[in-house]
């Protein structure tokens, strides 16, 4: 678990922490292309969208699962401290964030 280290004062404490990774403030302005231009390789778009955070029910205060088509983690939440854990070797992003979840249950 990760814990406010009390010798760095200017560190983010933990939900500061997960407010910052997961809940970024939302551009103001959405990136469209301006008229006449080509539009951008939508492959960079949606890595991007694939690792967007998602949020993951029933897992303390808040539980975010974030990752890539080859590694992810689950951030857990709760009080003063965050557990991250994170599972590879499989491919299926919904078997990863089951194991994952699982793991974070028990922990309970």
Known sequence: MAAPD????????PREYCRK????PEQEE???P????ARKNPEP???KELRKPR?????????CWVGNPITGALYVLQGDA???ISVGGEKDKLVRITKTKTLG???N
């Open 105 to 107: 249950q028990s922990r």
């Open 55 to 63: 949020l993951i029910d029933g897992l303390g205060e808040e539980a």
């Open 21 to 24: 990774q997961f809940h970024p």
């Open 82 to 84: 965050y557990l991250r």
């Open 34 to 37: 301006a008229v006449g231009k």
């Open 6 to 13: 009390p010798a760095k004062p200017s560190a983010l404490t």
């Open 45 to 47: 778009e949606r890595e």
């Open 30 to 32: 959405e990136e469209k």
